[in-house]
């Protein structure tokens, strides 16, 4: 399975910014989609998932500001960030997991991350 992520970019506080990221080479139904980003210094964190069936999950600090899509036929997630914070500032990566049934039938749970796209507000 691979994974791109595009749109990462300097932006300045208060503007806004679309990230997409593309899983392809993948013959499995992906369960959950999501969003993850690391600032400078820190660790890994979730910012906003998306189920197959369109469940969410969003961080506190991300709620009313930022929203995630998902078109299940192409197997694309999309972030849109608005209202931007400098401490927004981070490497974005993208992530998808899924089930897969091995040989005896039991299911294994598996996932991919996407290679990250820098996310910097600045004035």
């Known amino acids: 399975v691979q994974l791109q992520a595009f749109g990462g970019g300097l932006v300045q506080p208060g503007g806004s910014l679309r990230l997409s990221c593309a899983a392809s080479r993948i013959n499995m139904s992906i369960n959950v989609m999501g969003w993850y980003r690391q600032a400078p210094g820190k660790q890994r964190e979730s910012v906003a998932t998306?189920?197959?069936?369109?469940?969410?999950t969003y961080a506190d600090s991300v709620k009313g500001r930022f929203t995630i899509s998902r078109d299940n036929a192409k197997n694309t997630v999309y972030l849109q960030l608005n209202s931007l914070k400098p401490e927004d500032t981070a490497v974005y990566y993208c992530?998808?997991?899924?089930?897969?049934?091995?040989?005896?039938?039991?299911?294994?749970?598996?996932?991919?991350w996407g290679q990250g796209t820098l996310v910097t507000v600045s004035s």
């Open positions: 998306r189920s197959r069936d369109g469940i969410t």
């Open positions: 992530r998808a997991d899924w089930i897969r049934y091995n040989e005896y039938g039991a299911p294994v749970a598996e996932g991919s």
